[in-house]
């Protein structure tokens, strides 16, 4: 069993970076891909990226190229994801995940654990 918490969210200016952090129970954690989801009002949750567990390997949404990445910490039992150029449109909840694929899955019923999620808001 993971538990994963998610920090970082805010109210952000359009053109603005934010770093939400997702930080994971269990003594595993290394053994465990890393994603990001998020899923605006009326919309369906979307992937945004991931990391391997095995290598390392980002994989990342077309939307975010650039713009987002993705690291993780073992040590610490945390994963990040870094973000720039905030646009109004990357305004949603973000949602942490895990699971023990070694490719990065991109569908939601592809991920095991799932976090609680933070709010970002990018004003414009």
């Known amino acids: 069993q993971v538990q994963l918490v998610e920090s970082g969210g805010g109210l952000v200016q359009a053109g603005g970076s934010l770093r939400l952090s997702c930080a994971a129970s269990g003594r595993t954690f290394s053994t465990y891909t890393m994603g990001w989801f998020r899923q605006a009002p009326g919309k369906e949750r979307e992937f945004v990226g991931g990391i391997s567990w095995n290598n390392g390997n980002t994989r990342y949404a077309d939307f975010v190229k650039g713009r987002f990445t993705i690291s993780r910490d073992n040590a610490k039992n945390t994963v990040y994801l870094q973000m720039h150029n905030l646009k109004p449109e990357d305004t949603a909840v973000y949602y942490c995940?895990?699971?023990?694929?070694?490719?990065?899955?991109?569908?939601?019923?592809?991920?095991?654990?799932w976090g609680q999620g933070t709010q970002v808001t990018v004003s414009s």
């Open positions: 995940t895990a699971d023990r694929h070694i490719v990065v899955p991109i569908t939601t019923s592809g991920w095991d654990y």
